[in-house]
């Protein structure tokens, strides 16, 4: 193995770099490769066959050009649909992030739990099949919220979020047969965590947040066990595009330890 051989960590857009703080957490000194797909930006709205060709496309050349010790899908979206074809892919593990049902099912209280996600995560029999698995006599409550991918998008590059946004989806699961008693939130959007205090004032503290990304860190830690690591420091930071798309990261990046954007 090639100590420099980086960890490549994959999203429509920013919203996996919730993943990569955790992993940073796990493993510092590992090299990472980030990769935003923001000319395919957003994936929830796209068909299940669009998805999982654009994924399992792009993840086959960014393992040919950058090869990877590990790819870790950082997108339910992505992993709930492509998971398994880019599996049969690549020929490194893979590391998916699928909604976090079995932890939130483990914290409710109340027995009831609500998820949102993007339209395409929500309707994915990966997710009836976490349901059945993992939160039988529970109730879970599922909501889309696409405009919360654009406005995590924007947040990232210093923008307000419109508390409005966060509002209406509140409202929404509150709204659901049962809602009143959502105690649990499952954040399977990886997007959703860096609205985690915006969520926090919608729902109350009373409410937890669930997402996966310390349990994919864990899992990659394990997976990477007693492997060396050569950390050519700043981690690389790619976008699909125009690398203009990535206008307003900056600091975000620099904070992170990203060198400056570069496309693809
Ligand atoms: N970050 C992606 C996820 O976890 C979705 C964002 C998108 O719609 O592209 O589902």
Not at 34 to 59: F, H, M, N, W
Not at 110 to 126: M, N, P, S
Not at 184 to 202: I, Y
Request: net charge negative; charged share 20%.
């Amino acid at each position: 193995m090639d100590e420099s051989s980086p960890i490549l960590l994959f999203d429509s857009g920013v919203g996996g770099l919730t993943v990569y703080d955790a992993l940073r957490q796990t493993l510092p000194q590992a090299p990472v490769i980030y990769v935003a797909d923001l000319a395919g930006l957003p994936y929830g709205t796209k068909s299940e066959a669009q998805i999982a060709a654009r994924v399992s496309g792009l993840l086959g050349r960014l393992a040919e050009r950058f090869q990877p010790r590990l790819a870790c899908i950082a997108c339910n979206t992505a992993s709930t649909i492509a998971l398994g074809m880019v599996r049969d892919v690549l020929e490194i593990p893979v590391v998916g992030t699928v909604p976090a049902i079995k932890p939130a099912a483990a914290l409710t209280q109340t027995g009831t739990i609500g998820l949102v996600g993007t339209q395409a995560t929500i309707r994915q029999a990966y997710v009836d099949n976490l349901e059945a698995a993992f939160a039988g006599g529970k109730r879970l409550l599922r909501v889309a919220a696409p405009e919360l991918v654009a406005a995590a998008e924007a947040k990232l590059r210093g923008k307000p979020v419109d508390p409005a946004l966060i509002a209406d989806v509140h409202a929404r699961l509150i709204a659901m047969p049962g809602g009143d008693a959502i105690d649990t939130l499952v954040l399977a959007c990886t997007h959703f965590p860096l609205l985690a205090d915006e969520l926090a004032q919608a729902f109350g503290p009373e409410v937890q947040q669930v997402d996966g990304a310390k349990g994919i860190a864990r899992r990659i830690a394990n997976l990477l066990d007693g492997q060396a690591f050569e950390a050519p420091l700043p981690n690389r930071f790619i976008v699909t595009g125009p690398v203009s798309d990535a206008d307003g990261l900056a600091d975000a990046l620099t904070r992170r330890g990203f060198s400056a954007a570069e496309a693809f």
